[in-house]
């Protein structure tokens, strides 16, 4: 059973930074591209950030600079560091793993007050 779970989301204040960590199980880890994805209320879940099996990483253009996602095969976990957060950062956050078929985690909670 594929099992995505994410941690780490939380209330932080605007300019404050967060780490989110999502541990996989019952996948071969290593040979996934593995994302974050993020749904604010009212809109469409968007790609924030996503890293291959080889660490090819690529971003979305409004976290560029801010966020760094990384991925420890070891620990079949991805992680995504957030930083210089922002109101319009707040969302619910999704971990992904993507092959022939794609999982999803049940989200964390990110909130960015004002």
């Known amino acids: 059973q594929v099992q995505l779970v994410e941690s780490g989301g939380g209330l932080v204040q605007a300019g404050g930074s967060l780490r989110l960590s999502c541990a996989a199980s019952g996948i071969s880890f290593s040979i996934y591209t593995m994302g974050w994805y993020r749904q604010a209320p009212g809109k469409q879940r968007e790609l924030v950030a996503r890293i291959t099996s080889g660490g090819t990483t690529n971003y979305a253009a409004s976290v560029k600079g801010r966020f760094t996602i990384s991925r420890d095969n070891a620990k079949n976990t991805v992680y995504l560091q957030m930083s210089s957060l922002k109101a319009e950062d707040t969302a619910v956050y999704y971990c992904?793993?993507?092959?022939?078929?794609?999982?999803w985690g049940q989200g964390t909670q990110v909130t960015v007050s004002s």
């Open positions: 992904a793993a993507f092959a022939t078929y794609t999982y």
